[in-house]
């Protein structure tokens, strides 16, 4: 019998790619921050774009060295996420209409569900003006 998974990611192989992710993913990344950002501008993504920008702000922050203060797991687990939201070819292809952003939807959730403490430091140290 086939086995047939209804999500596109665990929380454990979330970690194992996060565990891989190198400094060049971050790079693309960042440099393709518009495109992440207008994807996430609708559909499913729609409700979860503030938590995308800040996501790809703590990237930006961490590889500048401004914060360093996050885990490393953090840094790879939020890279998964937006590499994830990027593939357009991932467990729903982004082209079927209304559904092709559910799978990238459901793999962000989980991303910010793992991080929301952290998440939560780094946004009192974005608003203290880094000083925390």
Do not use: H, Q
Request: proline share 6%; charged share 30%; glycine share 6%.
């Amino acid at each position: 019998m086939e086995d047939r998974r209804s999500d596109p990611m665990t929380r454990d192989e979330m970690l194992e790619k996060a565990g891989k992710i190198s400094p060049e993913d971050i790079e693309l990344i960042l440099e393709k921050a518009d495109e992440i950002e207008k994807k996430a501008s609708r559909g499913p993504l729609a409700s979860l774009l503030g938590e995308i920008n800040l996501l790809i702000s703590m990237l930006r922050d961490y590889t500048s060295r401004r914060y360093r203060t996050p885990p490393l797991w953090m840094v790879g687990a939020a890279a998964v996420a937006l590499l994830y939201v990027l593939n357009p070819m991932d467990v729903v292809p982004d082209v079927i209409p209304a559904l092709g952003y559910v799978d990238d939807a459901f793999v962000v959730g989980l991303c910010l569900n793992m991080l929301r403490k952290d998440l939560r430091k780094y946004e009192s140290w974005k608003r203290s003006g880094g000083r925390i």
